[in-house]
Nanobody
C-alpha cells in the first residue's frame, strides 16, 4: 500500500553534515500519515528513535537533540533529516517510518557512516 524510499546516506567525517530524505509512494500514500519520521539501528543494538512527527508535534531522541533537525512536506510526501555535528556514534542504518491508519511502514534503510 505504501513504500518508503530513503536517500542521502553515505560516509562523512566527524563534525560533518548529511541530509537524509524519505519519500512515500504507492496507493496509500495519498492519505496523510498519522506519524512519520526517522529511526536508526547500529550493529548489535536495538532500533531507536531519531525524530518523528505526530501531527504537527515532533519528538527527538535525546542523543540527537540540538544537532539534528527534521522537516516535513506532506504535499510532496517527504520527510527530511538534517544531521549536523555528526559523531562516530551516529553511525547506523537510518530507517524512514510512517504510520498510515493501523499500519506501520518502514523503508529499507540507508547507511550513515561517520569516520575519519
Amino acid at each position: 500500500q505504501v513504500q518508503l524510499v530513503e536517500s542521502g546516506g553515505g560516509l562523512v567525517q566527524p563534525g560533518g553534515s548529511l541530509r537524509l530524505s524519505c519519500e512515500a509512494s504507492g496507493p496509500g500514500s495519498s492519505f496523510t500519515p498519522a506519524a512519520m519520521g526517522w529511526y536508526r539501528q547500529a550493529p548489535g543494538k536495538e532500533r531507536e528513535l531519531v525524530a518523528r512527527y505526530t501531527g504537527a508535534i515532533i519528538m527527538y531522541g535525546d542523543s540527537v537533540k540540538g544537532r539534528f533537525t527534521a522537516s516535513r512536506d506532506y504535499v510532496k510526501k517527504t520527510v527530511d533529516l538534517q544531521m549536523n555535528d555528526l559523531k562516530p556514534e551516529d553511525t547506523a542504518v537510518y530507517y524512514c517510518n510512517a504510520l498510515y491508519g493501523p499500519t506501520n511502514y518502514w523503508g529499507e534503510g540507508t547507511q550513515v557512516t561517520v569516520s575519519s
